[in-house]
């Protein structure tokens, strides 16, 4: 955990009930962004976020399995994160696994939508190859190279950026084979099918310091919080997925208005985001 | 919470409970002297016994049994295998006993209960052993199919006499269990019909057997008595078990042959006389205990 | 446990063999459901919870506990400590809130392996821990246990609201009581405290645990695609009938203290 002295904390808090915060950013600005896409050769997208001191890396993968007979016209994602032991010192030994666990089941709520798989952020429907037979699954790993809070909204923009960095290869599937049998496929080696990232929402965390939240808050500020919100929030402003952190309970009107706050605040994410992915799938295409 | 025993002033009471603390045994002692029990129980009657048939919907046969404070939750589920090649006419039965952490506070999660695995044992060669279910009854297709009956009890509260509360809950559950009707598809796989509806291909099917009950022959009840010093305790509960650690478990079948004969160690050394008493207890218990079961049977059936 | 239902209030009902209930589900396999006017497996309307039947001390040994069922989720809880704390735990000087959600092996219609499951396991701690006045036990260690005997949908809800019950039961001080609802949206609908099979149809789920006579939510979790008056709409339905489930609760501990000792 952080150590602060009790002058610390009170420069910490008061700072942000001034809207000044310790770095001299406003309450709800982020830290500078960079994105770096295609940093994994084996995997068919990856992409590195740094956010401020957070750094993450996140890799997907695309394997052939068969759809769950429940919904057989839609392919399955699956998202796992792991906190380097080099990341922090208190992720040492198994110390990363809650957090771990914790991450990766807040990302598989904000980015696969409902058990049916509505209102997912990936468009599952993409995926399938043959109806009730073959699909596509997505193994999405989340890597924390480095800590200095907001892990999951860094991780979010990691794999946003790591599915528009995603090529997936055309598979032919051979005509006339009857329905019982296992169709026979043709994986291409040269031609991708690039993915529609158009749809995966942001994650912005806002985090209630006192009587106020602050977005994108860093890992001194998180050790004064009180609770935290994450609100996945896509382009058209619908709401994918939410939960909260921290022990504090929270009054139903302010959970409201942390959500319309979320709302605003994610609108600039997106444009920020959006602009970073593409100009580092031009360097990425450069280089 | 408290067993209530004596009806004195606050003052008296909170001595006692001190005492009861600080030296258990000559407060037991004192007790037996007099040929009772701080719960008011006679030195060879048991707990009020009662056994609820089909506490859980979402198993083909299941029982909650209660003896004192101590209860077990036993449900059996069922599914098709391929019988083994030594008796391909035979289904099986597949015991476990779990002790999960709500039940005793000696219990942490992560670490299995020892006694668990020796219960799981005891259970199972008491339940093969006594014949009661004819496996042959298990067998679909000679060779091809067969049911194996998973039965799983768990202890929800231990409060002493858990092998008597887990062979009770168990038979209850069988004495309960419903086998589904089963079909066999074309490509001659066996599918159960009651369930969720298997994937297409269900072109032919044909029914061999429909929802049936087992017969059960030779059910085996069981009592579990300390022996301490010159006495016998029947159904003892957890803090007499604790407190004199010689115990004797009796297993026998409703025709009064012995399947089970349990006594693990212990400073008594008892007499072939006290072992006898033991036996007689027994099978006046399993008397009460076939009645209990027979009574919960009927319940259902009314419902 | 459901032996010994004595009187009860008329919110709860009293637990009986099921067995009829499951055949009736069979019969309406996939109904259509999202239609607007389809009807639900349990034939409750979309707003109505299913009867909540709630006991405590279920097992004498542990220093709380509680039985909870609805519908056909069944869950029991026990409470212990405070006692000591692992050798390895730093010294503190607030007390220690450790929590573990186990299913059966029976619980679901497919044989599991009943082992812990991690995920319930912390969301239950997150759900208590601001509701536990931790400070109240300093150095120790309470343990919270839940184990689900059969899992009818709405699982996590009910072992949260059981074990705030246990809680109390065992004396352990908190802020207030925490009870927990949730809400499945299926198409347009939304439907309160939704049974397994509406839960693996559903498009989006929210959950909320709060507590009600702190108007306070401490605990959250959403998924699937919405817009803001939904989310409106169906956080106004769990808060009420989180405040409507504390009730029975409170009435469920009220009688347990007023009852003569057994």
Redesign the interface.
């Known amino acids: 955990m952080v150590g602060l002295s009790v002058g610390e904390k009170h420069f910490i808090q008061g700072g942000i009930a001034q809207d000044l915060r310790s770095d001299g950013r406003k309450r709800l600005t982020y830290r500078p962004i960079s994105v770096e896409t295609g940093v994994l050769a084996q995997a068919n997208g990856s992409a590195r976020v740094k956010l401020g001191g957070t750094d993450v890396i996140a890799s997907v993968k695309a394997e052939l399995g068969r759809p769950n007979?429940?919904y057989p016209d839609k392919g399955k994602v699956s998202i796992y994160v792991d906190c380097s032991p080099t990341a922090a010192p208190m992720f040492e030994g198994r110390g990363g696994e809650?957090l771990s666990?914790?991450l990766s089941?807040a990302l598989q709520?904000?980015l696969?939508?409902?058990?049916?798989g509505?209102?997912a952020g990936i468009n599952l429907s993409a995926l399938i190859v043959v109806e009730g037979k073959m699909c596509w699954d997505l193994y999405i790993d989340g890597l924390v190279v480095s800590s200095d809070g907001n892990l999951l909204d860094a991780l979010g923009a990691a794999i946003k950026a790591a599915l528009s960095n995603t090529g997936i290869p055309k598979v032919n599937v051979a005509v006339g084979a009857s329905a019982?049998e296992e169709p026979e496929v043709d994986i291409s080696d040269e031609e991708f099918l690039q993915f529609d990232t158009s749809g995966v929402p942001v994650i912005v965390t806002l985090t209630k310091v006192g009587r106020h939240y602050i977005a994108d808050a860093t890992l001194e500020e998180e050790s004064q919080m009180s609770?935290a919100?994450s609100v996945s929030v896509?382009r058209h402003?619908?709401?994918?997925?939410?939960?909260?952190?921290?022990?504090?309970?929270?009054?139903?009107s302010v959970?409201?208005d942390m959500?319309?706050v979320s709302?605003h605040v994610s609108d600039q994410l997106i444009a920020k985001l959006d602009s970073e992915i593409s100009a580092a799938e031009v360097d990425e295409a450069e280089s | 919470m408290g067993l209530q025993h004596t009806s004195g002033d606050l003052v008296g009471n909170m001595e006692v409970d001190a005492f009861r603390r600080l030296f258990p045994l000559p407060f037991f002692e004192r007790y037996l002297l007099e040929s009772i029990r701080p719960d008011a129980r006679p030195l060879s009657s048991a707990r009020d016994t009662t056994v609820a048939l089909g506490a859980v919907a979402s198993a083909d046969g299941s029982a909650l049994a209660k003896i004192g404070y101590t209860t077990m939750l036993a449900a059996i589920k069922m599914e098709v295998m391929t019988p083994s090649l030594g008796s391909p006419d035979e289904g099986g039965i597949a015991v476990d006993f779990h002790m999960p952490p709500v039940c005793s506070p000696l219990i942490k999660p992560g670490w299995p209960a020892e006694a668990a695995s020796v219960l799981s044992k005891q259970l199972t060669d008491v339940i093969i052993s006594s014949g009661m279910v004819n496996l042959k009854e298990l067998s679909l297709i000679p060779g091809k199919a067969a049911w194996m009956a998973y039965l799983d009890v768990y202890c929800l509260n231990a409060d002493g006499a858990i092998f008597d509360a887990a062979l009770l809950s168990a038979v209850s559950a069988f004495s309960h269990l419903h086998i589904p009707a089963v079909s066999v598809t074309e490509d001659g796989r066996v599918v159960a019909v009651s369930g969720e509806l298997v994937e297409g291909n269900l072109v032919k099917e044909t029914p061999i057997k429909s929802m049936r009950k087992l017969t059960l022959s030779c059910i085996p009840f069981s009592l579990t008595c300390l022996l301490h010093k010159k006495y016998i305790l029947a159904d003892p509960t957890a803090e007499e078990e604790s407190i004199m650690e010689t115990h004797v478990t009796v297993v026998l079948d409703l025709s009064g042959r012995l399947v089970s004969f349990y006594k693990p160690g212990g400073p008594v050394h008892a007499h072939t006389s006290a072992l006898q008493d033991c036996v007689a207890l027994t099978r006046q218990r399993v008397k009460e205990l076939q009645k209990i079961l027979n009574e919960a049977i009927a319940d259902m059936d009314l419902d | 446990m459901a032996g010994k239902s004595s009187s009860i209030a008329p919110t709860t009902y009293s637990p009986s063999p099921t067995l009829k209930v499951k055949k009736k589900q069979q019969q309406q396999q996939q109904p259509i459901f999202k239609d607007v006017d389809w009807v639900r497996p349990d034939g409750r309307s979309f707003q109505h919870c299913r009867p909540a039947f709630l006991r405590t001390g279920a097992v004498n040994s542990a220093s709380g506990s509680a039985y909870a069922e609805f519908g056909n989720t069944k869950v029991i809880v026990s409470v212990f400590g405070p006692r000591e704390s692992k050798k390895a735990m730093m010294f503190s000087d607030i007390g220690r809130l450790n929590c573990n959600v186990s299913y059966t092996t029976f619980a679901s219609s497919i044989r599991g392996q009943g082992s812990e499951h991690k995920e319930f396991s912390s969301m239950l701690h997150k759900a208590l821990e601001g509701a536990v006045m931790l400070e109240s036990f300093p150095k120790t260690t309470v343990d919270v246990f839940a184990l689900v005997l059969e899992s009818g949908g709405s699982d996590l809800p009910v072992v949260i609201s059981c074990a705030s019950l246990a809680l109390a039961d065992a004396g352990i001080m908190m802020f207030d009581l925490v009870t927990s609802v949730s809400v499945s949206c299926l198409g347009t609908n939304l439907v309160i405290d939704p049974i397994t099979e509406e839960e693996s149809y559903q498009d989006g789920s929210l959950m909320i645990t709060s507590m009600p006579s702190r108007n306070e939510v401490t605990q959250l979790t959403l998924s699937g695609d919405w817009s803001t008056p939904k989310i409106h709409e169906a956080m106004q339905l769990c808060l009420d009938a989180c405040l409507k489930l504390g009730e029975i609760m409170r009435s469920c501990l009220r009688e347990a203290t007023s009852a003569p000792h057994e």
């Open positions: 007979h429940l809650e666990a914790e089941a709520r904000c696969l939508g409902g058990r049916s509505a209102g019982d609770s919100l896509d402003g619908h709401i994918c997925g939410m939960m909260k952190r921290g022990g504090a309970g929270l009054d139903p959970i409201l959500i319309s709302k």
